[in-house]
């Protein structure tokens, strides 16, 4: 056994997960050097200083220009991620929408919108309204999902001052045409890219893992292009079968594949921030996945399972820990390399203990919902109360 399959196995909420040994071996060879980790999460309260100020959607709010409304209608979002966002249908609209929420606190929001027949989000009519938030708002950030661009929508993206342009990258025509429903090509999606990172704004692409039905296809494709452009982060996501339709179905992407493409993207890009974003299935993939990225060297997690900041903790990863509640998805993990100081060290020991405690307290609260349910049912059944 290696010596990182009884670290696995030292971590209590892994003890139950099957890894891919010959993945673990390549992950844990002596050449491969791992950087520190941030985890952003909401759970480790007690490290902070003072208790998470609002944890909501104010913090860094989502905002689309069209609504709910998307023309492509993707087989792996049918506009459903659209929906919960905060419309801002005109200019007008998104200027009234940011003055409200700079008055509730935000530090900055997510620009997005539903996206034409050809995978562009008009912009256009906004562009000044942009500036002008930025002129009244120096300190509030911008990070928009561009879409496919050409340069001379890029170069207009940072001169109304957006800070942050991201872009969903892929890398398989199949996946294009099946599940985006678009007649462009994969060379369309590196021209955008090109054209992104030859302007100011910080660049973070992202790549989709199991974007085609749940099958990986493209990703490393997409991989290799965002390493020809050097953006300043790369996200990777993983899809969740959520949206999709019964007709065209997706499934949960194989967790050891993850863990090998997570490995190729920490080989290919060993000098760009890698983060793992906050959409990953749920239940046990999901740990596998995180644990994956752990071992693999990402950068960064935003929502981690649990046992993954004791298993980095193990791994001898210098571990910082920022609380943030759950608009990190949409702001900060994109931004979230700006201070290599951010987030809060802390020991292997205290971690275990922490971990230890919280996962008592929630078997305890458990236990303590079920005779409270078990007793309310049995007065319900004397009192008919």
């Given at each position: 056994?290696?010596?990182?399959?009884?670290?696995?196995?030292?971590?209590e909420?892994?003890?139950?997960?099957?890894?891919?040994?010959?993945?673990?071996?390549?992950?844990?060879?002596?050449?491969?050097?791992?950087?520190?980790?941030?985890?952003?999460?909401?759970t480790?309260?007690?490290?902070?200083?003072?208790?998470?100020?609002?944890?909501?959607?104010?913090?860094?709010?989502?905002?689309?220009i069209?609504?709910?409304?998307?023309?492509?209608?993707?087989?792996?979002?049918?506009?459903?991620?659209?929906?919960?966002?905060?419309?801002?249908?005109?200019?007008?609209?998104?200027?009234?929408?940011?003055?409200?929420?700079?008055?509730?606190?935000?530090?900055?929001?997510?620009?997005?919108g539903?996206?034409?027949?050809?995978?562009?989000?008009?912009?256009?009519?906004y562009?000044?309204?942009?500036?002008?938030?930025?002129?009244?708002?120096?300190?509030?950030?911008?990070?928009?999902?561009?879409?496919?661009?050409?340069?001379?929508?890029?170069?207009?993206?940072?001169?109304?001052?957006?800070?942050?342009?991201?872009?969903?990258?892929i890398?398989?025509?199949?996946?294009?045409?099946?599940?985006?429903?678009?007649?462009?090509?994969?060379?369309?999606?590196?021209?955008?890219?090109e054209?992104?990172?030859?302007?100011s704004?910080?660049?973070?692409?992202?790549?989709?893992?199991?974007?085609?039905?749940?099958?990986?296809?493209?990703?490393?494709?997409?991989?290799?292009?965002?390493?020809?452009?050097?953006?300043?982060?790369?996200?990777?996501?993983?899809?969740?079968?959520?949206?999709?339709?019964?007709?065209?179905?997706?499934?949960?992407?194989?967790?050891?594949?993850?863990?090998?493409?997570?490995?190729?993207?920490?080989?290919?890009?060993?000098?760009?921030?890698?983060?793992?974003?906050?959409?990953?299935?749920?239940?046990?993939?999901?740990?596998?996945?995180d644990?994956?990225a752990?071992?693999?060297?990402?950068?960064?997690?935003?929502?981690?399972?649990?046992?993954?900041?004791?298993?980095?903790a193990?791994?001898?990863?210098?571990?910082?820990?920022?609380?943030?509640?759950c608009s990190?998805?949409?702001?900060?993990?994109?931004?979230?390399?700006?201070?290599?100081?951010?987030?809060?060290?802390?020991?292997?020991?205290?971690?275990?203990?922490?971990?230890?405690?919280?996962?008592?307290?929630?078997?305890?609260?458990?236990?303590?919902?079920?005779?409270?349910?078990?007793?309310?049912?049995?007065?319900?059944?004397?009192?008919?109360?």
């Amino acid at each position: 056994m290696s010596a990182w399959s009884e670290i696995l196995e030292a971590v209590e909420p892994l003890e139950d997960l099957v890894f891919d040994k010959g993945l673990i071996e390549r992950l844990s060879a002596p050449d491969r050097a791992l950087p520190g980790i941030n985890f952003y999460t909401p759970t480790f309260k007690s490290y902070a200083s003072s208790e998470i100020k609002d944890c909501g959607r104010s913090a860094w709010p989502a905002v689309s220009i069209t609504g709910g409304d998307c023309k492509l209608n993707c087989d792996h979002c049918k506009a459903k991620i659209l929906e919960p966002m905060m419309p801002a249908r005109t200019p007008e609209d998104l200027w009234r929408t940011v003055n409200d929420i700079v008055a509730q606190g935000a530090g900055g929001m997510l620009l997005t919108g539903g996206s034409n027949h050809r995978n562009e989000v008009e912009y256009d009519a906004y562009y000044p309204t942009i500036r002008r938030i930025k002129d009244e708002f120096p300190q509030f950030r911008i990070a928009m999902h561009t879409a496919l661009v050409d340069a001379a929508i890029a170069a207009r993206m940072a001169d109304a001052g957006i800070d942050a342009a991201m872009m969903d990258v892929i890398g398989a025509q199949d996946t294009i045409t099946q599940v985006y429903h678009l007649r462009r090509s994969v060379d369309d999606f590196e021209r955008a890219l090109e054209a992104l990172t030859a302007t100011s704004m910080k660049v973070v692409p992202h790549i989709v893992v199991g974007l085609h039905y749940g099958q990986l296809l493209g990703e490393w494709n997409a991989l290799e292009m965002v390493a020809r452009h050097k953006p300043a982060a790369l996200v990777l996501v993983v899809v969740m079968p959520t949206y999709a339709s019964e007709s065209r179905p997706f499934v949960a992407p194989d967790a050891h594949e993850v863990g090998q493409f997570f490995g190729d993207a920490r080989d290919i890009l060993s000098d760009t921030p890698l983060l793992l974003g906050c959409a990953r299935p749920a239940g046990s993939v999901k740990r596998l996945i995180d644990a994956y990225a752990v071992m693999a060297g990402v950068d960064g997690m935003a929502h981690p399972s649990d046992g993954m900041v004791e298993l980095a903790a193990r791994l001898d990863r210098r571990v910082r820990v920022t609380p943030a509640c759950c608009s990190i998805a949409v702001g900060d993990e994109v931004l979230a390399m700006d201070d290599a100081n951010a987030g809060l060290e802390i020991d292997l020991a205290e971690i275990v203990r922490q971990e230890r405690e919280r996962r008592e307290a929630q078997k305890r609260q458990a236990v303590f919902g079920r005779v409270k349910v078990i007793g309310g049912e049995g007065r319900s059944g004397c009192c008919g109360a």
